[in-house]
């Protein structure tokens, strides 16, 4: 089944703490991207990926690292979490940025706590 | 900045009222127009997009939108609602030329479907 994995689904921390939300998908797109969910502001953009190696800063990108060593994952990395990273997050994928085949499909979310 | 406005923030309804949700973006060139749906506790899947062509693009579940270049507008329609379709629906744009790709995303309406 062609799919966007995230684990960990729900995940409380404390400050300070560093972790990294896995996202995974097997449909061969080059673009990945996270986005963050905050009630009433909708979805923004955090880091995306290009390609194998490509990334770059979205809208919100501080505190967060990604890296993109393999096609298939773009993990997200917190070095230091804080609890204003509280928030619902979903990696996406998509074949292309551009054209008839770039509409993102999204992961389950996962659903992050920092006390 | 480009940006998405969503001009309901809450609707609710009862079973087989017709549904509109309007969605405006403020970006002059070419875009790609979404509408997402979010169920309750479960990720974003794609509802329709417009890409190019016919403005009137219909999508899954009965759910139709009528993209309107003059007024940047890409309302959602839906003849006859159910209590299945109570969620949350964003409305998303992809300005052609945007480097990273990224959605831009409205803040979202939650649809309440009275039985």
């Known amino acids: 089944e062609a799919q966007v994995t995230q684990n960990p689904r729900y995940l409380i921390t404390v400050t300070g703490k560093k972790l990294t939300v896995t996202c995974s998908q097997n449909m061969n797109h080059e673009y990945m991207s996270w986005y963050r969910q905050d009630p009433g502001l909708g979805l923004r953009q955090i880091y995306y990926s290009m390609n194998v190696e490509v990334t770059d800063k979205g809208d919100v990108p501080e505190g967060y690292k990604v890296s993109r060593k393999e096609k298939r994952n773009f993990p997200l990395i917190l070095e230091s979490p804080s609890p204003n990273q509280t928030s619902l997050y979903f990696c996406a994928s998509s074949l292309t940025t551009s054209g008839p085949y770039n509409e993102q499909f999204f992961g389950p979310g996962t659903r992050l706590t920092v006390l | 900045a480009q940006s998405v406005s969503q001009h309901n923030h809450h609707v609710i309804l009862s079973e087989a009222a017709s549904l509109e949700l309007g969605c405006n973006y403020s970006y002059g060139g070419t875009v790609n127009l979404f509408w997402y749906v979010q169920y309750p506790g479960q990720h974003l899947q794609l509802l329709l997009k417009?890409?190019?062509?016919?403005?009137l693009v219909k999508g899954i579940k009965g759910f139709e939108a009528e993209f309107i270049k003059s007024k940047f507008s890409f309302n959602l329609r839906k003849p006859s609602v159910q209590w299945s379709d109570t969620a949350e629906y964003f409305c998303?744009?992809?300005?052609?030329?945007?480097?990273?790709?990224?959605?831009?995303f409205g803040q979202g309406t939650e649809l309440s479907v009275k039985p």
């Open positions: 417009y890409f190019s062509g016919d403005p």
């Open positions: 998303a744009v992809i300005p052609i030329y945007n480097q990273g790709g990224k959605l831009i």
